[in-house]
Nanobody
């Protein structure tokens, strides 16, 4: 079981990035899955999550209207499209799956609810 996050980098304010999270060893659509971030000196926070079957999605207030979470079941990959990036978005971004709740029609914003984590990808928004 593995989650491999990628797509981070350095971008200017107002720019865009797309993060990817490729899953192996399990079917991504069977479980709630989300994106989290941790800035230096801050706690890890939930950015966005999506339930099994895509029936429920969550976005933290600061990214609503700018970030979009999606899942490609054929590629077993989760994405986070990030537009209008701000310096405050600078953080290490992680993807995580809650593999304790199969086919669950909800997802949690709390990192403690997720048991399978990717390695993180750094996003730096700076001019």
């Amino acid at each position: 079981v593995q989650l491999q996050a990628s797509g981070g980098g350095l971008v200017q304010p107002g720019g865009s990035l797309r993060l990817s999270c490729a899953a192996s060893g399990f079917t991504l659509d069977d479980y709630p899955i989300g994106w989290f971030r941790q800035a230096p000196g801050k706690e890890r926070e939930g950015v966005s999550c999506i339930s099994s079957g895509n029936g429920y999605m969550y976005y933290t207030d600061s990214v609503k209207g700018r970030f979009t979470i999606s899942r490609d079941n054929a590629k077993n990959t989760l994405y986070l499209q990030m537009n209008s990036l701000e310096p405050e978005d600078t953080a290490v971004y992680y993807c995580a799956a809650d593999r304790t709740r199969i086919r669950y029609s909800f997802c949690s914003r709390l990192p403690m609810e997720y048991d399978s984590w990717g390695q993180g990808t750094l996003v730096t928004v700076s001019s």
